[in-house]
């Protein structure tokens, strides 16, 4: 399900790709991050900081020459469960809409504003990761299909910031996922 058709330059990180296999996982539900964990939005399996383990997930990750990134990943959830995982998640896009990060000996204040999205899956938001110590920034998309849930994110290191593919690419995932279903 997962998209490979990527913009030009992104190249498969082979060490951020991997899915849960054949065998299920066993479902669990934790707490949700504390903020202390905020930077984890733009990591790879961002989604996990809600606290609650799926059944299965597919996931890779794409980055550039500038080391700008592409992920993307499906989770799979126990029925009903999938509606949590969005409400966890607007928690954690609120706790986190304004948090301190320091990277590359920068002390950064990192602003969230999210927004929902209408017409995609059944449930859909979007969240916009600044600051103004750095360059570009990160677009998070996270989308219920059913069962499912589908996260992404595109983290723009160069400050070229054009999210506009990221939301083609959710979109062909999540047709995907709702062929598969």
Known sequence: MLITDVPAGFTLNTKATGNSGTSLQTPAVASVAPKSKCADLSATSFITM?????VAFAQSDYTDKANNEISQEV??????????????MRKVLAQCAKFSLKAAGVTATEQ??????????QDAVKAVVTAPQFYG?????IVRVGN?????????????YDDGHLLDIVGKLVANVQTAS
């Open 137 to 141: 920034g990160t677009t998070l998309v």
């Open 50 to 54: 809600t606290g609650v383990t799926g």
């Open 75 to 88: 989770d799979a959830y126990r029925a009903g469960t999938s509606t949590d995982v969005m409400t966890r």
């Open 148 to 160: 499912n849930v589908v996260s992404a994110f595109y983290n723009d290191t160069t400050g070229s």
């Open 112 to 121: 969230v504003k999210t927004s929902e999205i209408r017409g995609l899956g």
